[in-house]
């Protein structure tokens, strides 16, 4: 059926054929670099529009139907708002970091787009060690936070920036452990072959409960990691105004704003890659003619159902959760989250040895 | 003695040297970080001010600062007559407006002697019943909203809607309603009144447990609001605590059940106590207030007398010369009305008890200690209306 791939081949072969190797690659890689700035933004206004239509509909409302049909445009007339407006930068700030810090955050959720396999064959960077990648660079998005709440002047910033830091730092562990449960089973570092080994069904029905575990601790760490509730302490509205992005206005809240969105698209997108096979149908072991039937189903559909069932949930949790208090939070992971997910490592890796997975 | 105890107060005085800090540095010497909270913050749902002294995340010392909303309703009064102050009382606390109004008509009447008909006392008492599960509704969304819940809010003002309409229906307005006179009511009641009473009650019976699921049960919830900002019977007493607040901490205070008023002691009702003095035990009070309000409407709403809603007064009111005190249990606690009349039209001092000024002052009791975030739990669950406040 149609996946992604046949596109890329065209563009391949057409630009081998008009240009020197050397040129298709570079035109390659700005091609490569707008659709990732692309998807960025679309991404951005679609999870926007997302989020306000599934919390209107968990808060019995409507969300926003007045600009386009049934609001869809919506997201676009906010952009338009946003970039109009005055990005102020208040005066006892530092200003080179006050301004370089959305942009860090931006940057970085661009760049943990690269290893994502978003269709069969559809891929920016088939990396050899790809879940190493996502997690040194997904580290990268805390100095974002950290740069923007020193850098505002602001005490209120600086509180919701250094909760920010202790969050992610912390939950980061039992996400890379909850990671690392996949990697062991499959032996490789490399996203596209982790989707691959899933062929005869996916690692969260063919690991047994433990890599169910290590799902469920991937869904809360990665919820804490991306600053969402109830684990929004670094902005807590209620207690910080807006925390580390208090004083930000404009354009430069926008793309924390955009950042924000990205990360959760992509960590969901990790998630899905890891534990429900990513673009891989819904297949079981040797039923042949139902393995058929699913492939029938387009690599990107089934991307992008998985990773936009996951946001779904992480915005069901947003919507339906108060928020911890910074010392629950920190308890959760030290306490709970990471000897569970320790013990779960162990186990994933004696079945692992032993071969008790399907 | 008296002069040295007074130094010693003086120089105990901390807020006066941290002030003096605050437009430095905004520490104090011993490295402790001070930061405004409010005039304008979404935790103080109004114009509340509280400078707080942090150390980290834990709160050493918490100051509320008043004054953004007075708007000296006491002193507008002196020159208003006795029936046109009481509208004022509306904007005061603006989710009590009924009791608040209750409360001057009851203290007008009492200098008066006036005797009001049976028919308006118990349409009095279904309005202030009314009133205060519109309230608790109001307090219970903006409370979860305090702790990061964004939901609760709308599920909350889904039945809350239901009794404005009513409300609307009857004295024409949804906020700063105004309904009682001095001498019963200012008109009948709208035909479609009790039907509609009644279709509320149905409604909120069905939807009462859905707050227990969405909010109550939840484990993040209960583990953010136990244990978190107690206050023992003893403090309670001693800051002038009352209504829901003191209740919570096991303070038997209910003036209806206390010291009743128009139809109350003719009605079963509970008075809901907690011991724990927590913050869950002041949300489970609201909670279970809301459906003993319920108990007493359902009594009464079939029960209304036929006859004169108002009875009959004088065209200009005279109080005779003297004080005249009644208290009244609104949403927040003990509401008390003092008027000073020189036997004229106009009261010649009128003083506001208002709940919400003696429950504010137990908070930095009460949060010493705690963390940031429960701060504005316990800021939720004291139920704070800043121009009840402030007035």
Same mark, same amino acid.
């Given at each position: ?22 040129? %298709? ?5 700005? *091609? ?36 386009? #049909? ?17 990005? =102020? ?15 860090? /955050? ?29 997690? %040194? ?8 936070? +950290? ?9 209120? !910033?600086?509180?919701?920036?250094? &909760? !920010? ?55 809360? %760490? ?19 105004? /807006? ?70 949930? *992480? ?8 928020? +911890? ?34 | ?50 400078? *707080? ?30 029936? $046109? ?19 001057? /008509? ?60 009513? =409300? ?6 949804? +906020? ?12 009948? +009641?709208?035909?479609?009144?009790? $039907? ?25 919830? &209960? ?18 605590? @009352? ?49 003993? @309000? ?10 209304? #007398? ?80 800043? #121009?009840?406040?402030?007035?």
């Amino acid at each position: 059926m149609w996946s992604l791939s046949g596109i890329s081949n065209i563009i391949h072969n057409w630009l081998n054929q008009q240009f020197s190797p050397l040129w %298709a690659l570079i035109i390659e890689m700005v *091609i490569a670099g707008v659709c990732v700035i692309g998807l960025f933004a679309a991404l951005g206004l679609v999870l926007v529009l997302m989020e306000r239509k599934v919390s209107a509909w968990m808060q019995i409302r409507l969300g926003p139907n007045r600009v386009g #049909p049934k609001g869809i445009l919506q997201s676009l007339a906010d952009t338009l708002k946003l970039l109009v407006k005055e990005g =102020m930068t208040p005066g006892g700030a530092d200003k080179f970091l006050f301004n370089l810090a959305p942009l860090v /955050a931006m940057i970085v959720a661009m760049l943990l787009m690269a290893p994502i396999a978003f269709a069969k064959d559809f891929q920016l960077w088939d990396l050899n060690i790809g879940v190493l990648y996502i997690s %040194a660079v997904s580290s990268i998005s805390v100095i974002s936070i +950290l740069m923007a709440g020193w850098a505002s002047n602001n005490k209120y !910033s600086l509180m919701g920036a250094m &909760r !920010s830091g202790a969050q992610i730092v912390s939950y980061e562990l039992s996400a890379g452990l909850a990671i690392l449960s996949v990697v062991v089973l499959t032996g490789s570092l490399n996203l596209n072959e982790i989707i691959l080994s899933q062929a005869d069904g996916w690692w969260i029905f063919k690991g047994h409960i433990p890599m169910l575990i290590a799902f469920v601790i991937f869904i809360i %760490a990665v919820t804490a990691e991306t600053n969402r509730a109830p684990f929004d302490l670094a902005e807590a509205e209620s207690e910080l105004t /807006a925390g580390f992005h208090t004083e930000y206005s404009g354009m430069k809240f926008a793309l924390f704003f955009l950042a924000e969105y990205v990360n959760v698209f992509i960590v969901c997108a990790i998630g899905a890659t890891l534990f429900l096979g990513g673009w891989m149908p819904f297949h079981i072991g040797h039923w042949e003619s139902f393995n058929h039937v699913m492939d029938y189903i387009p690599s990107s559909i089934w991307f992008f159902g998985k990773t936009f069932f996951l946001i779904f949930v *992480i915005m069901w949790f947003r919507w339906t959760f108060p928020r +911890l208090r910074i010392d629950q939070l920190l308890n959760l992971e030290w306490k709970y989250l990471l000897p569970i997910s320790m013990f779960n490592i162990l186990l994933v890796t004696l079945m692992a040895i032993l071969g008790w997975h399907f | 003695m008296v002069s040295s105890s007074r130094q010693c107060v003086f120089e105990k005085n901390e807020f006066l040297f941290n002030s003096h800090m605050v437009e430095e540095i905004g520490t104090t010497t011993e490295g402790d970080l001070i930061i405004n909270v409010g005039p304008q913050h979404p935790a103080t749902h109004g114009v509340l001010h509280l400078v *707080i002294t942090l150390n980290g995340e834990t709160i050493k010392k918490v100051e509320p600062h008043l004054g953004y909303i007075h708007r000296s309703i006491e002193k507008m009064c002196e020159s208003l007559t006795y029936r $046109q102050f009481i509208y004022v009382t509306s904007r005061m606390d603006y989710l009590s407006a009924h009791i608040n109004n209750h409360a001057c /008509a009851l203290c007008v009447e009492k200098g008066m002697q006036i005797e009001i008909p049976e028919r308006a006392k118990v349409i009095r008492v279904i309005m202030d019943e009314l009133t205060r599960i519109a309230s608790h509704e109001l307090w219970w969304g903006a409370m979860a909203m305090d702790i990061g819940a964004f939901t609760p809010f709308f599920h909350a003002f889904r039945e809350r809607e239901t009794i404005n309409d009513i =409300m609307e229906e009857t004295c024409g307005a949804r +906020l700063t309603m105004n309904y009682f006179v001095p001498g019963g009511l200012m008109a009948d +009641l709208h035909p479609d009144f009790q $039907q509609k009473v009644k279709s509320f009650i149905t409604l909120f019976k069905s939807k009462v447990d859905e707050y227990d699921e969405l909010v109550t049960g939840n484990v993040i919830f &209960r583990n953010r609001m136990k244990d978190v900002g107690i206050l023992s019977k003893e403090d309670a007493i001693s800051f002038g605590c @009352s209504g829901p607040t003191a209740r919570g901490s096991g303070v038997s205070c209910d003036i209806r059940k206390l010291y009743p008023y128009e139809v109350y002691d003719k009605v079963q009702f509970d008075e809901v106590l907690e011991t724990a003095g927590d913050s869950l035990a002041r949300y489970m009070v609201r909670l279970r207030e809301m459906k003993q @309000s319920v108990r007493i409407i359902e009594q009464l709403i079939d029960q209304i #007398p036929e006859g004169d809603f108002q009875a009959k007064t004088k065209a200009v009111l005279k109080l005779p010369k003297g004080e005249f005190y009644t208290r009244v249990e609104t949403a927040r606690g003990e509401f008390g009305v003092y008027i000073v009349s020189e036997g004229g039209t106009t009261p010649y001092r009128i003083k506001f008890r208002s709940p919400g000024f003696s429950n504010l002052s137990a908070l930095d009791h009460m949060a010493r200690g705690s963390k940031l975030g429960d701060l504005v739990a316990m800021m939720g669950t004291l139920d704070l209306v800043i #121009p009840d406040i402030d007035r």
